[in-house]
């Protein structure tokens, strides 16, 4: 089935420091989402993109919806412990039938304190 | 308002065996989705449902699968004769229609162990 190229695959990096990690597909999608998720959990909703060059702030997080409407990136500044987890994206079509969600692998990343 | 609700969030099956997995959207919504994750992997789409209806089940297997999402009650999802390969994190999402938006709101997922 169709996927998402996530890029990096994993991180590991020191508090404080920025991440960035990006999406980029084949197809062209009309939203983009960033979700989170922690071990054992189902996905939460970071960051949704819906425009085409939208570039959209949720606290330490940025995330871009790129002008071909191929990709998107993520960034997290000044990261903390509690960022810890795998990061997703995911691209939707449009709207009617065509809803569903197509993801990336995700990109793990690990905080050392 | 309470998020969206799935259970059983652990269930052990064997092969052979019928799996049901509920999930309740959140209140308002009357669209649900159904996506599987394998271990390490990323989500991948099974069904989309509206009341009653199903939209897209173009990610669901041929054989063994079916989703419901009828006019009262929870969402379903059955499997029936289970085998080791169904063995996945089966996760709900929901999402309402607004502005010509449908964001979609996971709920915390099943984990099924087929034996």
């Known amino acids: 089935g169709q996927q998402l190229n996530q890029s990096p695959q994993s991180m590991f990096i020191q508090e404080g420091e920025d991440v960035s990690m990006n999406c980029t597909s084949s197809?062209?999608?009309?939203?983009w989402l960033w979700y989170k998720q922690d071990p054992g959990e189902g996905p939460v909703l970071l960051i949704a993109?819906?425009?085409a060059g939208e570039l959209t702030s949720n606290g330490r997080l940025t995330a871009q919806f790129g002008i071909t409407r191929k990709d998107s990136f993520l960034n997290i500044s000044a990261s903390i412990p509690s960022d810890v987890g795998i990061y997703f994206c995911?691209?939707?079509?449009?709207?009617?039938?065509?809803?569903?969600?197509?993801w990336g692998l995700g990109t793990s990343l690990a905080v050392n304190p | 308002n309470a998020g969206v609700m799935q259970n059983p969030r652990h269930l052990v099956r064997r092969r052979g065996q019928e799996a049901r997995l509920r999930c309740s959207p959140m209140k308002g919504h009357s669209h649900v989705y159904w996506y599987r994750q394998l271990p390490e992997e990323g989500l991948k789409f099974m069904v989309y449902?509206?009341?009653?209806?199903?939209?897209?089940e173009s990610g669901m297997p041929k054989e063994r699968f079916s989703a419901e999402f009828p006019k009262e009650g929870p969402s379903i999802l059955r499997i029936q004769q289970v085998v080791r390969g169904d063995s996945a994190a089966y996760f709900c999402a929901s999402s309402h229609l607004s502005g010509g938006t449908d964001t979609q709101y996971f709920g915390p997922g099943t984990r099924l162990t087929v034996l």
């Open positions: 993109l819906y425009k």
């Open positions: 995911a691209g939707q079509g449009n709207a009617g039938n065509n809803r569903k969600l197509i």
């Open positions: 449902l509206q009341k009653e209806n199903i939209i897209d």
């Open positions: 197809s062209i999608f009309n939203t």
